[in-house]
């Protein structure tokens, strides 16, 4: 089993900047791919943006190109996303996400292991 610990969210002003991480545990080597999904109240988990094992490959969604990067410290077991130019529509819960397959995949179902989630939310 892997364990993912999301931290780093909270309430920031359009414009504003946050950066999550997530740390694994357990059989991390079914950690290669990590991705970063939300959710706001009343709507589906979406894709926010995941990276391959090596750092080598990224994957965003169109709304967050440009403003997020995620990147990985596997020395540390830890992936992280850099938010940048927080937008209100950014609100929701951050989930980080693990797959065993080396495909740097966008749909939730694709990923086996989920951590419990973070809050964002950015105030106008």
């Known amino acids: 089993q892997v364990q993912l610990v999301e931290s780093g969210g909270g309430l920031v002003q359009a414009g504003g900047s946050l950066r999550l991480s997530c740390a694994a545990s357990?059989?991390?080597?079914?950690?290669?791919?990590m991705g970063w999904f939300r959710q706001a109240p009343g709507k589906e988990r979406e894709f926010v943006a995941a990276i391959s094992w090596s750092g080598g490959v990224t994957n965003y969604a169109d709304s967050v190109k440009g403003r997020f990067a995620i990147s990985r410290d596997n020395a540390k077991n830890t992936v992280y996303l850099q938010m940048n130019g927080l937008k209100t529509e950014d609100t929701a819960v951050y989930y980080c996400?693990?797959?065993?397959?080396?495909?740097?995949?966008?749909?939730?179902?694709?990923?086996?292991?989920w951590g419990q989630g973070t809050q964002v939310t950015v105030s106008s």
């Open positions: 357990g059989r991390t080597r079914n950690t290669y791919t």
């Open positions: 996400a693990a797959r065993s397959s080396t495909m740097v995949n966008p749909s939730p179902s694709d990923y086996a292991y």
